[in-house]
């Protein structure tokens, strides 16, 4: 079945360097994605949404890249601090179902000083 | 603003037991979701709610998993009888109105 899904499955990043997280998505209707943060015995933390008619949206040192074309998608964090340590889900929804998420497995990012 | 509360945070159950998870959403959110995360994955949809009617729940186990939203406030989530399999952690979210999804912290399970 269609999919949402993560290239790597963990990250590591040196504090204060630029992190990027992938994720493919196969569902051509998709059209609503959202990224989520979940630190450990946490419920996942809303980071930034994008719609399908941008490519682009900046957050506060996130920006998330949406490349239709290839069905990718990207969360780019800045700067990165021990604190963005955490699994990173990317979560999709299609145009048919709106308000049903389906989300990825995860990259978990560890960040080291 | 308050955020989205669950109770209990943690269960520890033997197999064929009953359990409830319940789930406060954040005020005026008309669409509450049920989540499973079973551990190294993400979160798999059960049930969505909007207002006290289901709009989906294609993935809800209906032998053994029930919920309601009788009011279309707060919710239960209801294991009967529970397996092995049915570790996880249990996470309720609630939209304002299918946009963005606010999870609360979630109820770990253990079926032992």
């Known amino acids: 079945g269609e999919s949402v899904g993560l290239h790597l499955p963990t990250l590591s990043v040196q504090e204060g360097d630029n992190s990027i997280i992938n994720c493919a998505y196969s569902?051509?209707?998709?059209?609503?994605f959202i990224w989520y943060k979940q630190e450990s015995g946490k419920g996942p933390q809303f980071i930034i949404d994008?719609?399908?008619?941008?490519d682009k949206r900046q957050g506060q040192r996130v920006t998330v890249l949406l490349n239709k074309t290839v069905k990718h998608l990207s969360l780019q964090i800045a700067a990165t601090q021990p604190g963005d340590s955490a699994v990173y889900f990317c979560?999709?929804?299609?145009?048919?179902?709106?308000?049903?998420?389906?989300f990825g497995a995860g990259t978990q990012v560890v960040v080291t000083p | 603003e308050a955020g989205v509360a669950q109770s209990p945070r943690y269960k520890i159950i033997e197999k064929r037991q009953s359990v409830a998870f319940w789930c406060n959403p954040i005020?005026?959110?008309?669409?509450l979701y049920w989540y499973q995360q079973i551990l190294g994955q993400g979160p798999k949809l059960l049930i969505q709610?909007?207002?006290?009617?289901?709009?989906?729940d294609s993935q809800l186990p209906k032998d053994r998993f029930s919920a309601e939203r009788l009011k279309g406030v707060d919710s239960t989530l209801k294991i009967q009888p529970a397996k092995l399999e049915d570790s996880a952690v249990y996470l309720c979210?609630?939209?304002?109105?299918?946009?963005?999804?606010?999870f609360g912290p979630g109820t770990r399970l253990t079926v032992t």
């Open positions: 005020s005026g959110h008309a669409t």
């Open positions: 994008i719609r399908s008619n941008m």
């Open positions: 979210a609630s939209s304002l109105d299918k946009t963005i999804p606010y």
């Open positions: 709610f909007q207002n006290n009617g289901v709009v989906d």
């Open positions: 979560a999709e929804n299609k145009a048919d179902s709106w308000g049903k998420f389906q």
């Open positions: 569902n051509s209707a998709s059209d609503y």
